[in-house]
């Protein structure tokens, strides 16, 4: 066991940040700058492309690293559905999302950046967390072919689109593994969330270390110190579930059992990182006082995100039945 | 990152489960929770067992008599024994995890061996004496004093939350030897003789209804200075040593035992019916998310600890979350069980859901109360400035 990153993995993650830093700092977050060429052209969503298309042929291990620098910068989306039909070979470069039709719909399906797209996958039955999903079919939409309204998305950064009519049929991808798909958008998405957590304990942390009330530093006073530890305190497992799950993804190639048991960890994970961004984000605007209520700080902005991620793969409901259905079993490592 | 066994884990792993499986089925009946000379001879003869086998004080340097194992080994070894349900190390604990440790790390050649092998091949059972009623949280504050006598100290004061003080061989003490010196700079650390006269234990009962811990009254003790480990008034680094021991790897093996437990609730909800509330059942989910979590952060932890000499940050993080996360787990059961939870089982048997949630409200007080690691963690985590003296915290 060596579970830690190695050097190949410290140093991209830290070129993905240094880049990050530069091009895509608050100032660029809200003057519209399009950071997507400059993604596309650090291989960002290649990573895991074998290397006969052009791709790196690294494995999740390295994508999620990616997505926490992703998920921390705040950049908008669709990442993950771009990243699982780069790796995937479903779509043939540019801006892809995936969404899922559900049994149940709560609430409308919202399309992130559907005219920027270039691919629209539509995973078509509900994978319930407790099969295989062996009826769910996985279809490819010409983005053009949909007609939809925008509506005025909570997240200012965050364009959605509702479809008002039938989905068209497109074609389907029976190649595809659908479940496998979903499980890796639920993992990527936990990625970014992880990010977004830490941005949120960084912020928070600096924040109250400048702030002066009562004539010291608020980050001085127990109750503000007991916040912001809290929030690290829930980013760090999750981060390290992400991890494991990632390296547990990676090893699960075909066996059922060891890819039900790291789609539970994946389901672990999920639960975790979404705790941790959104209670981060609403601790964060806390610690800033009424500067996070304002719509100049950069605060509401990572809350926001944090609840598209939410809702974005699969949920805590799902999750948390996911990692249910596995105890029983006594599925998992430990 | 890689979360699979190298061939020499693997070795190891396989080894050691094998000789689990043959040794358990030996094992004695496991004695009553109120009979000490019997918890001492039963905990004892499990770790003669793991002497004899060379399973122990795993983790323990080769040069202190110990297996000299990698640390991945070591969680090998809380995993695989927890696993396989084997004894707890009960009245070893202070031994194998804080005394001998930090006489392996301070001690003379000579101390180390005088106390040391004894304590790996179960010889002697050793208790902590730290925490004074006046000194929790605040153990600085500790003011049980011994005064030079010749070649003695002459100790005198109390200590609380003592266990196994009834069986114990020996005592690690903090006593305070420089009464004018600032107060992190005036404390040694002995080690005391439990036979020694002036020594009184009087158990204390705990919300539990048991026995678990003692209280020590010290009255003029002897002990000699042979018996102190490092320089006179330097026992608050020497303890340090101790307690970022137990904040290490300490936990680790009863992460594996909650997942365990959490398995046999979810079974039980199965059977009574709770498993087809939903709420319930994803709060189940969610906390077998949670040590699964934990558990990789022990490994996260042990893995950087090993590549940079030092235990990460992530100690702190881990002894709150799974203090919190362990007391949910049985406030979990209680929901499951329902009134049953209500009714404790003659004897105090260890498989008992609500002894157990009694036992367990501990947690988030001993070892560093929740509060003081939220501190600890805002302040040499995140480098938060530090409270002003006398605020609390």
């Not at chain 1, 699960?252 to 048991?261: I, K, Y």
């Not at chain 2, 061996?113 to 504050?141: K, M, N, T």
Request: charged share 20%; with cysteine; aromatic share 6%.
């Amino acid at each position: 066991m060596e579970f830690r990153l190695t050097d190949d993995q410290t140093a991209l993650q830290r070129g993905i940040r240094e880049l990050l830093d530069r091009a895509f700092g608050s100032g660029q977050l809200r003057d519209g700058t399009d950071i997507w060429p400059e993604l596309e052209a650090a291989g960002l969503f290649s990573l895991r492309a074998p290397e006969a298309s052009g791709g790196l042929g690294l494995g999740l291990a390295e994508a999620v690293l990616a997505f926490e620098e992703l998920g921390r910068a705040l950049v908008p989306g669709p990442l993950v559905g771009t990243e699982l039909a780069t790796a995937h070979g479903l779509a043939d470069g540019g801006r892809a999302a995936l969404v899922r039709l559900p049994v149940v719909p709560r609430g409308p399906l919202l399309v992130e950046q559907l005219p920027s797209l270039r691919t629209l996958l539509v995973l078509d039955t509900g994978w319930h967390g407790d099969s295989r999903g062996s009826g769910a079919v996985l279809r490819r939409i010409a983005p053009g072919e949909v007609t939809a309204e925008e509506v005025h998305s909570v997240d200012p950064l965050t364009r959605l689109w509702e479809p008002t009519g039938p989905l068209p049929p497109g074609e389907e991808l029976p190649a595809a593994d659908p479940v496998r798909l979903w499980v890796e958008g639920t993992l990527l998405t936990a990625a970014l969330q992880v990010g977004l957590a830490d941005r949120t304990v960084r912020t928070a942390v600096g924040y109250a270390g400048q702030r002066e009330q009562f004539g010291r530093p608020i980050g001085a006073f127990q109750a503000v110190q007991h916040l912001c530890a809290d929030m690290l305190a829930r980013t760090e497992p999750a981060r390290v579930a992400v991890r494991a799950a990632a390296v547990l993804l990676d090893a699960a190639g075909t066996g059922p059992d060891t890819f039900e048991a790291a789609a539970a960890e994946v389901a672990g994970a999920g639960l975790l990182a979404d705790e941790a961004a959104v209670r981060g984000a609403r601790d964060c605007l806390q610690v800033h006082g009424g500067m996070g209520f304002t719509w100049e700080s950069d605060v509401h902005l990572a809350l926001k995100r944090a609840w598209v991620h939410q809702r974005s793969f699969a949920g805590a409901e799902e999750c948390a039945e996911r990692a249910a259905a596995a105890l029983p079993a006594g599925l998992g490592q430990v | 990152m890689e979360l699979r066994d190298t061939d020499a884990e693997a070795e190891f792993r396989h080894g050691l489960r094998e000789w689990l499986d043959k040794t358990l089925p030996e094992l004695p009946a496991t004695p009553d929770p109120g009979d000490w000379p019997g918890r001492r001879a039963y905990d004892t003869g499990w770790q003669r067992r793991l002497y004899d086998a060379g399973y122990a004080g795993v983790h323990w340097p080769a040069d202190a008599g110990g297996r000299g194992a990698s640390p991945a080994e070591y969680l090998i070894y809380l995993e695989e024994t927890e696993r396989a349900g084997a004894p707890y190390v009960g009245a070893n604990f202070v031994g194998l995890l804080h005394a001998g440790p930090t006489v392996a790390a301070e001690g003379t050649a000579e101390q180390r061996r005088r106390w040391l092998p004894p304590i790996l091949s179960g010889a002697e059972v050793w208790c902590q004496g730290f925490s004074e009623s006046g000194a929790g949280s605040d153990l600085a504050a500790l003011r049980t004093r011994a005064v030079r006598d010749g070649d003695d100290y002459v100790v005198s004061g109390s200590k609380i939350w003592t266990s196994h003080a009834e069986v114990a061989d020996w005592c690690e003490l903090l006593v305070r030897t420089g009464p004018t010196e600032p107060r992190h700079r005036g404390i040694s650390w002995l080690v005391m003789p439990m036979d020694a006269p002036g020594v009184t234990v009087r158990p204390l009962r705990t919300l539990a209804g048991t026995n678990e811990f003692a209280e020590l009254f010290l009255d003029e003790v002897r002990i000699p200075v042979a018996n102190r480990v490092g320089a006179e008034n330097d026992g608050w680094r020497v303890t340090m040593v101790t307690l970022s021991f137990e904040r290490g790897t300490a936990f680790a093996g009863e992460v594996v035992g909650c997942r365990r437990t959490l398995v046999q609730l979810a079974r039980l909800a199965q059977a009574n019916g709770a498993w087809a509330d939903p709420a319930l059942r994803r709060r189940l989910g969610a906390l077998a998310a949670l040590f699964g979590a934990l558990w990789r952060l022990v490994q996260w932890n042990v893995s950087e600890a090993r590549a940079g000499g030092v235990p990460g940050p992530g100690a702190s993080v881990f002894k709150l979350r799974f203090s919190e996360a362990r007391q949910e787990l049985y406030d979990l059961a209680a929901e499951v069980l329902g009134t049953a939870s209500l009714v404790l089982a003659d004897g105090g048997a260890e498989g008992d859901w609500t002894a157990q949630r009694l036992q367990g409200l501990s947690y988030t007080i001993a070892a560093g109360t929740s509060q003081i690691q939220r501190s600890i963690v805002a302040q040499r985590v995140l480098g938060l400035p530090k409270e002003r003296k006398g605020t609390g915290g």
